[in-house]
């Protein structure tokens, strides 16, 4: 007797050409398509027009990281300049509280999770700054009356607006908003495409995700993109006109870690002014205990280097989890903890007075529905599938 059994061949859908059948163990290989956005390019679908100044970009070489997931108030993370030019919130918001551009504002505060009517509010908490690395995003476009996300890779130097927590909210030259990169960053496939060429000194290794700090800050503390001896302190929902400089060059003493869990020996080196690095793919759970660092406590270091953690149990994948993503409009995970401090560098004087503006609204939107957003594309390509093959075994 011959029976004749039809086995599907299954593969995965292919984007772009980044994805296939697998074999093996080793099964198939997804890769993450992103669109490649440079400094100073417009975007083709811009929420606003970017020939009305809304936003400025800069020259800005990305740095180098240790770990490509970095929460949002890493210190270093961000600069700034001296010009509080870089983005024009106040004109932003006139032009999404003008009635003749309600579907837009519609679109817009869709994305963040906010009502029309909370856009002001909303857009005073956020603070201008310059990325000093390659990020990844979610970007929105605005076509047909709606947002539509799709994954990109943000230029250094690129102006953005973050929220309280550190988190990419806006993009100032064309106000589209922004959402977390929600991918695996060590699985992208950097696109450059609609005029946008490779840029010089792009490399994976200096791509980042931003995750949000597990507190809101008070202040953001920068790094001058044009003189990165210089420090500033920034208040929350200031343009820079408040900025209180310091001197990146002084030198902060690592503290020593060992036997603290990753999330103690992160919390230290922030107030320490320094940023919490990892190997591996991914970082180590909070809860991991620590059992070296590199450079080893006591190297003095100046504002904004990297110090890489070691845990126990580590393996070359790197840690077991990853921070959270956000859950609301401000990036919040849940309540503040007293513990956790705010990003400064160590000084002698305290920083100038600042009050932290009340948090928005949380309430789901009521005036309008938000428009309804399909999961991020992540290509411009269409998408294409392998066919299904049949095979017969005989028995």
């Known amino acids: 007797m011959v029976r004749r059994i039809a086995v599907p061949l299954v593969c995965v859908l292919v984007v772009s050409g980044l994805g296939g059948c697998g074999g093996g163990a080793a099964g198939g290989v997804y890769a993450f398509a992103v669109q ?7 975007s083709l679908a811009p929420f606003f027009d970017e020939k009305k100044g809304l936003g400025q970009d800069a020259t800005v070489r990305s740095m180098p990281v240790r770990g490509s997931l970095q929460q949002g108030d890493t210190p270093g993370l961000y600069g700034g300049t001296r010009k509080p030019t870089v983005c024009d919130v106040a004109r932003l918001k ?8 309600r579907r837009k504002a519609v679109a817009w505060s869709g994305v963040l999770g906010l009502r029309t009517d909370q856009i002001p509010g909303y857009l005073d908490r956020l603070t201008p700054v310059l990325l000093r690395h390659d990020t990844l995003v979610q970007n929105h476009d605005y076509k047909k009356g709606k947002a539509t ?34 991918g695996d960053v060590n699985r992208i496939s950097v696109k450059f495409a ?36 210089r420090g500033m302190r920034r208040p929350v929902g200031t343009t820079g006109r408040s900025d209180a400089t310091f001197d ?8 020593d870690l060992a036997g603290s869990t990753f999330g103690e020996a992160r919390r230290q080196l922030v107030s320490a002014g320094l940023a919490a690095g990892y190997a591996g793919s991914a970082p180590p759970s ?29 393996t070359s994948g790197g840690g077991t989890s990853t921070p959270p993503g956000p859950t609301g409009p401000t990036g919040s995970t849940g309540p503040p903890t007293s513990s956790e401090p705010t990003q400064e ?31 991020p594309v992540t290509s411009s390509a269409p998408l294409t599938t392998t066919p299904t093959t049949p095979t017969t075994t005989e028995t």
């Open 345 to 375: 560098p160590p000084t002698s004087t305290a920083p100038p007075p600042s009050t932290s503006p009340p948090s928005p609204p949380t309430s789901s939107p009521a005036s309008e529905p938000p428009p309804t957003t399909s999961a």
């Open 194 to 229: 609609d005029g946008t060429k490779k840029w010089s000194g792009f490399a994976a290794s200096s791509v980042v995700a931003v995750r949000p700090a597990p507190r809101k800050m008070e202040r953001l503390v920068l790094v001058d993109v044009g003189d990165p001896d």
């Open 286 to 314: 909070d809860d991991a205990r620590v059992i070296a660092s590199d450079p080893p406590a006591g190297t003095a270091l100046r504002f904004g280097e990297y110090v890489t953690v070691s845990v126990a149990g580590a």
């Open 149 to 182: 996300p799709y994954n990109s890779l943000l230029q250094s130097g690129i102006a953005i607006l973050v929220d309280a927590r550190g988190e990419p909210a806006a993009k100032c030259s064309c106000g589209n908003p922004l959402r977390p990169f929600n």
């Open 248 to 255: 990146t060059r002084t030198r902060h003493p690592v503290p």
């Open 94 to 101: 006139r032009f999404l509280t003008d009635p003749a551009n």
């Open 36 to 42: 490649a956005v440079a400094a100073g390019v417009p």
